[in-house]
């Protein structure tokens, strides 16, 4: 976990591990650990309509995160087990386990965060540092959303589309990633609207164009550009 | 059911036939790049209408007879010879289901080396098709969240108990005694 990511997202508490260290006898070591918690929304499930319907945010936050949150606790215990146990090969294989649950707690956290309903501005067009970079790699942001959309239309399978920042260049530029893997190392997320079939299916069935479109409507805009440096 | 077939898998087709036309086109006129640009797209769409043609043939109303384990004698004699028993074999399938990772698919596979032959199963991701050396696809089921979704919303575990209820047995039975070729009879008269 990023501490910059936290620090930028301006959502510190929802990703924090718990600070209170907790002590486990395991083959006579001890070990440490904190816990992921399900984020709070700041806004009602019906509040993106209707863009997102308020059955898809409600199913998509208190089933499908919390499923991520559950059970990226239960492998990150299996693998401190592991560690204790100094027993490597079942570390290596609790880690695709680990990438899927935590990238999926990470990517949802990011996702309600950098959504909003038009009433907390939604859609509003972002300003400052993040505008001028976009224009500079888009030339607009009508641009920037014609390209990402053709990128999420492009996705073969479950996955995410970002607007990423190059931690080398500062550049921005629009990345695709596979099932849950999270954006990490090289890129910094701004951006990220999650292309899984469970995101519109309920609303949007095979029309997912029409999802990507709508989307935009519901943008946070405020909380890309705090995440942006 | 009805989405999965007139729009999915529609949709798989009409991309798959516009791939395979730029692609003549791009072996017509030489242009190797514009051929090795493509065959994600290939790959991507002809997956996925040779995987959704063999489920809806894996597929039947759960009151018929091919719906019944007993519909795949032979098959079934092999999957107790791996397993153990039958319901060893439902749960091994279940698991495996339920641990793909993102979009997907779960088959039952015969693979032949020589003159042996044994069961295994295995998933695919996105819509990679089986299509390996000596790999006959068995049996398929479709773990992408359209195919679920309406009905069963996030309780996929429901979903992956209650699709052996309408397993055309008699199908896997035919795949499991004849050749590769044999299970893609019908695509190919199809296209």
Not at chain 1, 41 to 69: C, F, R, W
Request: proline share 3%; no cysteine.
């Amino acid at each position: 976990m990023s501490s910059t990511l936290l620090r930028t997202s301006g959502f510190r508490s929802a990703l924090r591990a718990s600070t209170a260290p907790k002590r486990a006898g395991i083959a006579g070591a001890t070990f440490i650990r904190g816990k992921a918690t399900l984020p709070d929304l700041t806004y009602d499930y019906g509040a993106l309509e209707p863009a997102i319907s308020g059955k898809i945010m409600e199913l998509h936050h208190k089933n499908h995160h919390q499923t991520y949150v559950t059970s990226f606790n239960n492998f990150s215990e299996q693998i401190a087990e592991a560690k204790a146990k100094e027993d490597i090969a079942a570390q290596i294989a609790l880690q695709p386990l680990i990438n899927f649950h935590g990238g999926g707690h990470i990517n949802h956290t990011l996702f309600w965060e950098n959504l909003a309903p038009t009433s907390q501005g939604g859609g509003q067009p972002p300003a400052g540092g993040l505008a001028k970079a976009i224009n500079e790699s888009y030339g607009s942001l009508d641009a920037l959303k014609e390209k990402f959309n053709a990128a999420l239309a492009g996705i073969q399978g479950s996955g995410w589309a970002w607007l990423v920042q190059d931690t080398q260049t500062g550049a921005v530029g629009i990345k695709t990633y596979a099932n849950q893997d999270a954006v990490v190392g090289q890129f910094r997320p701004i951006l990220g609207i999650d292309a899984w079939e469970h995101a519109y299916y309920l609303q949007y069935q095979n029309r997912k164009a029409e999802y990507f479109k709508n989307i935009w409507d519901v943008v946070n805009w405020k909380a890309a550009e705090k995440r942006f440096q | 059911m009805e989405l999965h077939h007139s729009k999915h898998h529609q949709t798989y087709v009409t991309n798959l036939n516009a791939a395979v036309k730029s692609q003549q086109e791009a072996i017509q006129s030489s242009d190797i790049p514009a051929q090795v640009s493509q065959q994600q797209a290939f790959r991507f769409n002809a997956g996925g209408h040779i995987n959704h043609s063999l489920f809806w043939q894996n597929l039947a109303p759960a009151s018929s007879a091919e719906a019944k384990s007993s519909a795949a004698p032979k098959l079934l004699v092999k999957i107790k010879q791996t397993w153990g028993d039958e319901k060893a074999f439902l749960d091994a399938f279940k698991t495996t289901l339920l641990g793909i990772q993102g979009s997907g698919w779960g088959w039952l596979v015969k693979v032949q080396v020589g003159q042996e032959e044994r069961l295994t199963i295995v998933t695919t991701k996105d819509q990679d098709p089986v299509v390996g050396k000596g790999e006959v696809p068995i049996l398929g089921v479709d773990m992408w969240e359209h195919a679920y979704y309406l009905q069963y919303l996030n309780g996929k575990a429901a979903y992956v108990e209650n699709i052996w209820n309408v397993i055309n047995w008699k199908t896997a039975e035919e795949r499991y005694l004849g050749k590769q070729a044999d299970a893609f009879k019908a695509l190919k008269a199809g296209l």
